[in-house]
């Protein structure tokens, strides 16, 4: 599994997957639970890795030089 998730896209999934967490706090009834697709976002951005980014092949990883 190689990472496809880079800097501000990791810091932004993180922030918008605890965004919609929250909703499990503040809304009530049914639709709180809603706030459990929040889970998504962030586990992509603790793990550096989108499956959905590799299968349309797109890469927000910054490019390491092998030169080095």
């Known amino acids: 599994m190689k990472s496809n998730v880079g800097g501000v896209d990791k810091i932004l999934r993180i ?3 605890l965004g919609l967490l929250s909703l499990i706090l503040i809304l009530e009834g049914n639709a ?3 706030g459990l697709v929040g889970l998504v976002p962030l586990a992509t951005g603790v793990v550096n890795f989108c499956p959905l980014y590799a299968m349309l092949g797109i890469n927000t990883c910054p490019v390491k030089d092998k030169a080095a």
Do not use: F, L, Y
């Open 15 to 17: 922030v918008v997957g």
């Open 32 to 34: 709180r639970w809603w």
